[in-house]
Structure formats: structure tokens, C-alpha cells
């Protein structure tokens, strides 16, 4: 494994299996996932929630993701160890529901005049997030390579693979969570695939807490947003080549499932994404 400080941004190589890389990772940003973990906690403290209880309910979340992808449990798990820290305060922080204010903006070759795909994400986070910032350069075992920009190592927020396939995603408002798998468990997942047939069954998984609206492009140019909830799913395609996403609902079939917590101002964009492209 490689270092390098490139600016503010970190960035991290890494290779050989989930355990191993979840390992060097976890050993590579101990600091970083140590200050998420204080800001965590300093936000249940401002919010008279039960860090405690939190951590207990962890054990709830556990079969989904093992059912679903049990190289991302392992990871998880090594990942403590080499962060020295318990399974549990690792694990917790996949299950916090965030709520970010995030925007996507693909296009294809029939919008660009070189005829190439685009995927752009906006992290739109807390301040400071930006001291979590990770990027890295993984070779997992059998699996395509990738490039992905993380939350210390720990949670893939964006990247993409070497079979041309790309993820990124907005927070939703809705109405259905439960326990399942974490909706920052399924980037991972979609970053293991070898086709856009296999990305998108990752991003639905049927045992979801919740669910981003997942945006999947492949260097072909087929491209969707995967608008999700725990319970429900629906696929938004191009049109003139592009898509354009933000923080709530645009298909009529997930109306149903929008939180009415949702903050009215991110609604803004519904109608605006011809102007963004």
C-alpha cells in the first residue's frame, strides 16, 4: 500500500482481498474515522439520543448485510481492527440516516459534443466531512479495479470501476426505512460488478433500511437513476442523453414514498435540469 498527500486530500492504493484491504485501510486512517466518530457522537449528545442504544442496535442490521454481500461484512470487521476500534462503532456509522443536499449531472455521446460519457457528483456535506475525505485506488481479488472518493477509507461515496460501470447517489426523504442493509453498503457492491445488469441489481437490493437515488453509467453510454426507497424502486432513463438528479422524487411511482420531513427548498431543481446541462 502506497501513500501520498496530495494537497489536503488524501489518497491510499490498496489491493489483494476484502479483509486485507479493509485491514491497511482501517490501520491507514484511524484518524479520520476517529473524528467521525466524535462529530457522530457530538451530534446524538446535541440531540438527547442514546449513542449506547445505537450501538446495540447494530446486531439488528448484521444478516442483511451478510446475506447480501459478506466481502463487505468482512471488510468491515478488519477494518475495525486495523482502525482499533469495535466492530459496532465501525459498523454504526452506516446506519446514521444523513441527510445531504447532494446533485448528479451524466450525459452520454448523444449530448457531448466528443461524444463521451460524463458522471459529475456534488458532495454537498457538512464542513466537517471534508476532513473524512479519503480518496482511493483499490484492487480487490477478482473483482474490476477502482477509483473511489470515501469517507476515511470506510464509506464509498462515488467512484467507478475498470468494466466502465460508475456510482453515485442523492439522500431521498422517505417514509418507509426499517432495519436492512444501509444504503452506504450498496456502492461497494456496485463497484464489484462486470455489467450494468449486475450494477443495478446491486443498487436494489430487496432487504434495503433505505435507499439513495443511485446513479449508474456505464462508458457505453446506458446511464439510469435508480430511485429508491426500503421497499420500492423505480428506474428514471435519458432524454436528449443526460440525467439530472437532486433530493427528491421524480418518478410518480415514488411520490408515495416521500418523507414530508424533506426540507421544501431542495425542490427546486425538479424542473431546471435542461438549464444545469
Known amino acids: 500500500m502506497s501513500l501520498a498527500e496530495g494537497g ?3 489518497t491510499i492504493e490498496t489491493s489483494g482481498t476484502y479483509d486485507e484491504m479493509g485491514a491497511e485501510l482501517g490501520a491507514a486512517c484511524k484518524r479520520k474515522v476517529e473524528l467521525m466518530l466524535s ?30 454481500d459478506s ?3 468482512s471488510f468491515i470487521k478488519s477494518y475495525s481492527e486495523g482502525a482499533g476500534l469495535s466492530f459496532e462503532e465501525v459498523f454504526v456509522l452506516f446506519c446514521l440516516e444523513e441527510k445531504g443536499l447532494c446533485t448528479d ?7 457531448t459534443e466528443d461524444g463521451c460519457v460524463y458522471a459529475a457528483h456534488t458532495e454537498d456535506w457538512t464542513v466537517e466531512s471534508q476532513e473524512y475525505l479519503v480518496l482511493v485506488r483499490a484492487k480487490p481479488d477478482n473483482c474490476p479495479s477502482i477509483l473511489m472518493m470515501t469517507h476515511a477509507g470506510l464509506e464509498w461515496i462515488t467512484g467507478l470501476n475498470s468494466a466502465g460501470i460508475s456510482i453515485s447517489g442523492n439522500s431521498l426523504y422517505q417514509n418507509d426505512t426499517r432495519v436492512g442493509v444501509p444504503k452506504l453498503m450498496v456502492a461497494p457492491k456496485v ?3 462486470e455489467t450494468i445488469g449486475e450494477a443495478l441489481a446491486a443498487a436494489t437490493p430487496p432487504h434495503r433500511a433505505s435507499s439513495y437515488c443511485n446513479n449508474i453509467c456505464h462508458s457505453s453510454g446506458e446511464m439510469y437513476c435508480v ?28 411520490f408515495k414514498h416521500g418523507s414530508l420531513f424533506g426540507r421544501p427548498t431542495e425542490r427546486t431543481l425538479e424542473d431546471c435540469g435542461g438549464t444545469i446541462v
Open 71 to 73: 466481502d463487505q461484512l
Open 105 to 111: 449531472v451524466m450525459t452520454n455521446g448523444d449530448a
Open 39 to 68: 462529530d457522530a457522537k457530538a451530534t446524538f449528545s446535541r440531540e438527547s439520543r442514546d449513542w449506547d442504544k445505537a450501538l446495540r442496535g447494530v446486531r439488528k442490521y448484521v444478516p442483511f448485510v451478510e446475506e447480501y
Open 227 to 254: 430511485e429508491g426507497s426500503a421497499t420500492d424502486f423505480a428506474l428514471l432513463y435519458p432524454e436528449d442523453g443526460y440525467l439530472v438528479h437532486t433530493n427528491h422524487y421524480i418518478h410518480p411511482a415514488m
Open 8 to 10: 489536503s486530500l488524501k
Open 191 to 193: 463497484l464489484a460488478s
